[in-house]
């Protein structure tokens, strides 16, 4: 594909207008073993084969979540219950419940001009960061913060439908 400033812009626009999910209220969110019952009786598998299945999810290519309803939906509860008070509600941080300690980054804001240009740019690349930034938590651009890691909280497949869920900021 032949980048034109044209055809960057447009993606810019298309990324932007977007807009965040809308505030219906998802449910009950699913962090932890719980999830692979819940997500195999949803798929109508054994548990077993819902974790095999969760194991065989790339780390580095994004699983395909957003034609999913269910994850899509599993992605808004995991993100009211673990992530909107650091992030905000719709990944704004003036929306955020947190303070920031001295000497920390703030929380990153997704909703902005910088992450949604990632996004349209780099596409998969800027999608496996994010997916290790949730996975991985820890510092930001060498500078400490209080992001966790949620990969022991957290299916991979949990773990890519908030990155596409970010992505929709």
């Known amino acids: 594909m032949r980048c034109t400033l044209p055809t960057i812009l447009g993606l810019i626009l298309l ?33 077993s084969a819902a974790r095999e299945r969760d194991a065989a999810f790339s780390t580095e290519i994004p699983a395909e ?21 650091c992030h905000g509600s719709r990944g704004r941080v003036e929306d955020a419940t947190i303070a920031t300690s001295p000497g920390q980054k703030p929380p990153r804001d997704w ?13 998969d690349g800027f999608r496996a ?6 996975a991985e938590g820890g510092d930001r651009e060498g500078v400490p913060n ?14 890519w ?9």
């Open 65 to 85: 979540t957003r034609s999913d309803t269910e994850m899509r939906r599993e992605a808004r509860a995991l993100w009211r219950d673990l992530c909107a008070h």
């Open 15 to 47: 990324t932007a207008c977007q807009g965040a999910p809308p505030a219906v209220d998802p449910g009950p969110s699913h962090a932890g073993d719980g999830w692979y019952a819940f997500r195999a009786a949803q798929l109508g598998i054994e548990e």
């Open 146 to 159: 209080t992001m966790p890691g949620w990969d022991r909280t957290l299916s991979r497949e949990q773990i």
């Open 129 to 134: 960061v994010v997916y290790r930034r949730i």
């Open 111 to 123: 909703g902005s001009f910088g992450s949604a240009f990632a996004f349209a740019i780099t596409g």
């Open 161 to 169: 439908a908030l990155a596409a869920l970010i992505e929709d900021f």
